[in-house]
Each structure stands twice: as C-alpha cells, then as structure tokens.
C-alpha cells in the first residue's frame, strides 16, 4: 500500500511552472537590492532558490527574465483593470474606478514598480518591442472597453480609435515615470484625477 502525503509530487509540468515563477520572483527581488545593470544570473537564482541549469532552461539571458517580469505584472495590472470595469456601466463612469484599480496594483511594491517602468527602457530594442507589445495590449483594452460600455444605456457613446487609446496609454505612462522620478512611487493615487480628466477628455473628442 502506498502512503498518502499531504503534498504529493508536482508532475514535470507543474514543478517547470514553479521553477519559472520563482525566477520571476527572484528576479524582482534580486533588481530590488542591486539594480538590474549590476544584477547577476547567480543572483537570480540564489533568491529563486533554483539552479543555473534550471535558470538556461526557461531564459537565455537575464534580459529574457526581466522582459518576463515586464510581461507578467503588466498582466495582472491589466486584469486588476478589466476586473474593475463594469461593461454594463456607461464608460464615464467607469473611468475612475478602473484608473484607481491600475494605479493600486502599481503601487503595491514601488521598488519592483520602479524596475518596470525604468529598467525596462534601458534594455535597448528587445526592451522597446515588449514595452510596445505591452501597451498594444492595454490599449486594445481601453478601445474596447468604452467603446462597448454601456452601449444600450442614456448619454453619449464614446469611439476611440486605436490612436486615441494609445494617447492614453502614453499619457498615464508618462504621470507614473514623473512619479517615479520625484520619489512619489507610492502615491500613486494622486494620479487618479489626471489621469482619469485625460480619458475622458480623450473619448469625449470622440464623440464631436
């Protein structure tokens, strides 16, 4: 009769999730203490608490597993905004509440915030390409949002083109650099009325 453990084996397929998650996270936690530039492999795999052969395994570079941490928590800031966002509700009065999820979600850790947003242009093209494949992605979902929010509600029916929804990507983007650069990662809230002015300046020339 074989034993019962309160932890069975993870199968291969759950042990490489595991191992690339904690590399994410070492990573994170390695840039946090020295910066990326001066960040190592060994570093990242000491804090992953892994092997360097598991680390080749998922990476080929350490600017592979940055550009992952990129894509990974830009993800979840945008599920932390799609989560927020009421379709059935008309988009201006949407705006707000789905701007303070975004900005609470970045500023749950403002040193990995930092990594983010600055250590990511710092990477060269291969930085660029994921920072453009990321806002392609937040700004679909902005066009898509309101220009299906509350469509069959009263009031005014916003269109963005996917011109107009990069504008605001771009524009929110750059508030959270400012932020960054004057030491005020952590109050990020601060940025919600701007931020949430500029949507709706943005979708109300829409409707002109």
Known sequence: MSAVTDNPPQTPAESRNEHYRRLLEGMAR??????????????????????????????????????????????????????????????????????????????????????????????????LVARRRVNDEIANFIQAAINSSGTTGPGPQAHLTSEMAMTVVGGINELVLQAIEQERAGDLRELVAPATRLVRAVAAESQR
Not at 40 to 54: F, G, H, L, P, Y
Not at 59 to 79: G, N, P
């Open 30 to 127: 390695a840039v946090a203490v020295k910066g990326y530039a001066d960040t190592t492999i060994a570093d990242i795999v000491r804090e992953a608490a892994v092997s360097r052969r598991t680390f080749y395994e998922h990476f080929a570079t350490k600017t592979e597993c940055l550009i992952a941490l990129y894509e990974a928590a830009s993800h979840l800031a945008l599920q932390a905004v799609s989560e927020a966002f009421d379709p059935v509700q008309p988009w201006h009065a949407q705006v707000e509440r789905a701007i303070t999820a975004y900005f609470d979600y970045l500023a749950q850790d403002p040193v990995l915030l930092r990594t983010l947003f600055v250590e990511i242009l710092g990477l060269g093209m291969p930085g």
